[in-house]
């Protein structure tokens, strides 16, 4: 199953839960049907906030120490929460259902090309704010989705091949620059594991859980439990994850710029986001799917790609 087809269904779902609370409240106390119609919605809304909330105590559980310089005020952390939330509802219940992979091509960009890889229970819909920003520095991309949804992370690497080729050709560029959320930036990795470095100028992580995540124990797929983390033990990450960073040397690690948030509420601890040999650049105050929204993070993005194409000139 798609992540489109499943968030399609969610939607349908939670539309059948506001019409049954809306017809009970009607019926039982006698409101109007736009109030009765409100109370359903609204009671939708509230379980999706709680539903919230809960990823954020469940992170904060398995949290690494913030740095003083990254810690939150009561006024900062209801910022953290709404803007992660506004986030949340805007890409499941508009944005993804209704997303498909896209590729924008600038022949005359002297800008590297850029592959966009979504991450676990994401498609490509999730990076609608950033290709704007694209699309006004002419720089070329492509955002495929990553099928089936609960699938392995190894499988996926045939289609970044053939993402990776296409945009090359398309493109006319020697190398292209990988950008991936959270467990897309695990598919990046296990492509140059497969296939080596020749056609990748760099990968930028975004949210990635490099070292795993203890709330993928409750995740579904094998995707997931590729990303899982033990809360204790000398080797924590998974075997997968210990195999995909066994077989990488220097110079692949050198290829990564890891872009995190010390208030991650689904990568938990925050700091599995921080890669070894890797340029790890961190921020304070963003949620997990806010990443691809807030401006700082898209800024430093740009500013990311800008640094890349200055280098290959």
């Known amino acids: 199953m798609s992540a489109r087809l499943l968030l399609q269904l969610l939607l349908l779902l939670q539309a059948a839960a506001a019409g049954v609370i809306a017809y009970a409240v009607a019926r039982y106390a006698g409101t109007g049907a736009l109030l009765a119609l409100a109370a359903g919605l609204a009671a939708v809304v509230l379980v999706r906030a709680l539903i919230s909330a809960n990823n954020f105590l469940m992170s904060k559980r398995a949290a690494s120490p913030t740095p003083d310089e990254f810690r939150l005020g009561p006024a900062a952390r209801l910022r953290l929460f709404g803007e992660e939330f506004r986030a949340s509802m805007l890409q499941s219940s508009w944005i993804m259902p209704r997303a498909r992979p896209t590729q924008r091509i600038f022949p005359d960009s002297p800008a590297p090309p850029v592959l966009l890889l979504h991450g676990y229970g994401c498609n490509s819909g999730y990076w609608v704010h950033l290709m704007p920003m694209l699309d006004a520095a002419h720089i070329s991309h492509a955002c495929p989705d990553l099928e089936p949804l609960g699938g392995d992370i190894d499988g996926y690497v045939p289609a970044v091949a053939r993402a990776v080729d296409a945009l090359c050709v398309a493109s006319g560029a020697p190398r292209v620059i990988i950008l991936a959320h959270s467990m897309g930036g695990l598919a990046a990795r296990a492509y140059?594991?497969?296939?080596?470095?020749?056609?990748?100028?760099?990968?930028?992580?975004?949210?990635?859980?490099?070292?795993?995540?203890?709330?993928?124990?409750?995740?579904?797929?094998?995707?997931?439990?590729?990303?899982?983390?033990?809360?204790?033990?000398?080797?924590?990450?998974?075997?997968?994850?210990?195999?995909?960073?066994?077989?990488?040397?220097?110079?692949?690690?050198?290829?990564?710029?890891?872009?995190?948030?010390?208030?991650?509420?689904?990568?938990?601890?925050?700091?599995?986001?921080?890669?070894?040999?890797?340029?790890?650049?961190?921020?304070?105050?963003?949620?997990?799917?806010?990443?691809g929204s807030n401006r700082l993070i898209l800024s430093c993005i740009m500013h990311e790609l800008a640094r890349e194409e200055a280098r290959e000139e």
């Open 192 to 291: 140059i594991r497969s296939h080596g470095a020749a056609r990748v100028a760099r990968i930028i992580t975004l949210g990635t859980p490099h070292h795993g995540t203890s709330l993928a124990n409750l995740g579904l797929g094998a995707n997931a439990r590729q990303m899982r983390r033990a809360r204790r033990g000398e080797a924590p990450e998974s075997d997968w994850l210990r195999s995909l960073a066994g077989e990488e040397d220097a110079a692949t690690r050198a290829l990564v710029t890891s872009i995190f948030s010390h208030h991650d509420n689904i990568v938990a601890p925050q700091t599995s986001s921080c890669l070894p040999g890797a340029r790890n650049i961190a921020f304070g105050g963003v949620g997990h799917v806010a990443l």
